[in-house]
């Protein structure tokens, strides 16, 4: 079993809809979660970090953390064509030592 | 967010020549850097850790006498791919942490034929 499992997808939506992202993990030490965002033939941008449970919002962008079910969730309102790009779930337990997920392709249609 | 800087993007070798990818922290001071190689619709593998002034911790699996690190100053990481062949052709990205977050370099695509 991988450490971090992330559905590859891909995955369409229509432009304006809601996209859900996950990650689970088997790893229960895992105490930072962060999302990052890969557009093609470029580095990952961080998008959202957060530590431990619970809930952020930056935007549009919502980033969920349930450590009791090792389960993770990236959420995108309103969502856009610019938005289109794979998507990585990342975690750590030290903040030093990071395991990624797979990346979830994501088009948002216009 | 902090910058971090990878160059070159992209490069090109004759099979077994070496190739090196700087990876600079711009705007911040990076006691570690990381490498990570991506193959095509694939997540990042960590290949090292870099560690400034001291030897870099490499991944099982990860040749180190191949792919040579060097982190001698603090906003500065250098991975040379060694006698490169076909099957390193791939992206390699570095990172660099600031405070809790990481931030990446732009990657580089390397193909070696």
């Known amino acids: 079993q991988k450490e971090v499992e992330q559905d590859p997808g891909p995955l369409s939506v229509p432009e304006g809809a809601i996209v859900s992202l996950n990650c689970t993990y088997s790893?229960?030490?895992?105490?930072?979660f962060m999302w990052y965002r890969q557009y093609s033939r470029k580095g990952p941008e961080l998008l959202m970090y957060t530590y431990s449970s619970g809930n952020k919002e930056d935007g549009r962008f919502t980033a969920q953390v349930d450590k009791s079910s090792k389960y993770i969730s990236l959420f995108i309102r309103d969502s856009q064509p610019s938005d289109s790009a794979t998507y990585l779930c990342a975690m750590s337990q030290n903040n030093n030592d990071m395991r990624f997920g797979a990346g979830t392709r994501l088009t948002v249609k216009p | 967010g902090a910058v971090v800087s990878q160059h070159p993007s992209r490069v090109i070798c004759k099979s077994g020549t070496s190739v090196k990818i700087e990876c600079r922290s711009l705007d911040f001071q990076a006691t570690t850097m990381f490498w990570y190689r991506q193959f095509p619709k694939q997540s990042l593998m960590l290949m090292a850790t870099s560690n400034e002034g001291s030897k870099a911790t490499y991944e099982q699996g990860v040749e180190k006498d191949k792919f040579l690190i060097n982190h001698a100053s603090l906003t500065l990481s250098t991975l040379t791919v060694t006698s490169a062949h076909p099957e390193d052709s791939s992206f390699y990205i570095c990172?660099?942490?600031?405070?809790?977050?990481?931030?990446f370099g732009q990657g580089t695509r390397l193909t070696v034929v």
């Open positions: 790893n229960s030490a895992f105490q930072y």
């Open positions: 990172s660099a942490r600031e405070g809790a977050e990481a931030f």
